[in-house]
């Protein structure tokens, strides 16, 4: 009997596992404000390096400039904003084997945070105080501060739900001038400070005498009266819904103007709009 030898016959089976295809990992960029330091990355992975980039459509915003990272798999954008913009534009990466991908963005560059809000009105020993200070541009959410002096003791401050007011509310129990710088900061670090002047004095000694005409409604069952400092931020100061039309404001401060504007309720419940405001100036 014979043996046969079967030659060995080895199959080596080469698997080779392409990488992934390039992207672009950055979904959006953050806000910016004008003349403040911007810096933001976008980020790509996959495919292989080194990868190239580039701007197909669109335009940054002026002052910011891109770069590629030294890895190239980041194109970092920084700079200073030098104008308010909302700007969109097209990024594409393409990695050494010659995939690509895009990306769009929406940078929105705004102005400078500020504070709007001028000067407060003055206030009187026991008697409610409202006040609203305001700012606007940069970007929210914005940071409120007592940067120096303080309060009127009584007052309290409260940050809107927006963030883009500090409400001062309270009754001012001790009399005197107070002098309180308030800073608010942008989420882009920026900063605006202003200081006020706000004399709370022991009574009053002004009263505004109010008389409006009757609304002309049938079902009319009273009125209610606002006062404001701006002719924009309002508060009801009667107690209870007024029979008569008259109003005798006797908690006026010294040395402030106020605004004041009626509203008609009828027998449901339902309030009109404001009437036309007046102004009324206390020496």
């Not at 010659?98 to 963005?105: I, R």
């Not at 309290?156 to 129990?173: D, E, M, W």
């Not at 800073?183 to 009263?207: D, E, F, L, M, R």
């Not at 109003?247 to 010294?254: E, F, G, K, L």
């Amino acid at each position: 009997m014979k043996f046969y030898t079967l030659p060995l016959l080895l199959v080596v089976f080469v698997s080779q596992y392409a990488a992934a295809y390039v992207t672009i990992t950055t979904s959006s960029l953050p806000k910016g404000a004008v003349n403040a330091a911007y810096s933001a990355v976008i980020h790509a992975s996959g495919g292989c390096t080194p990868y190239k980039w580039a701007i197909v459509s669109g335009a940054l915003p002026a002052g910011i400039t891109a770069t590629v990272s030294s890895t190239t798999t980041q194109l970092q954008l920084t700079g200073k904003p030098t104008s308010a913009s909302t700007d969109s534009f097209v990024v594409e990466v393409t990695g050494c084997g010659g995939h690509a991908a895009q990306a769009s963005y929406q940078l929105v560059i705004g102005a400078l945070v500020a504070i709007t809000t001028t000067s407060l009105p003055n206030g009187t020993v026991n008697a409610a105080y409202s006040a609203m200070i305001n700012a606007s541009g940069g970007c929210t959410p914005y940071t409120w501060t007592l940067a120096s002096g303080a309060l009127p003791a009584g007052v309290t401050a409260t940050v809107s739900r927006t963030t883009t007011s500090l409400i001062l509310s309270g009754t001012p129990s001790t009399s005197g001038t107070n002098l309180p710088a308030i800073k608010v900061t942008g989420c882009g670090g920026h900063v605006s400070q202003v200081a006020y002047k706000v004399v709370i004095q022991p009574t009053a000694n002004h009263v505004v005498a109010l008389n409006w005409s009757a609304s002309t409604s049938s079902d009319i069952v009273g009125y209610n009266v606002y006062r404001g400092t701006d002719g924009v931020t309002w508060k009801r100061i009667n107690a209870g819904l007024l029979a008569a039309m008259l109003y005798d404001d006797s908690t006026v401060a010294n040395g402030t103007t106020y605004y004041y504007a009626t509203t008609a309720v009828d027998a449901s419940g339902l309030e009109s709009n404001k009437s036309a405001s007046i102004e009324v100036a206390i020496p």
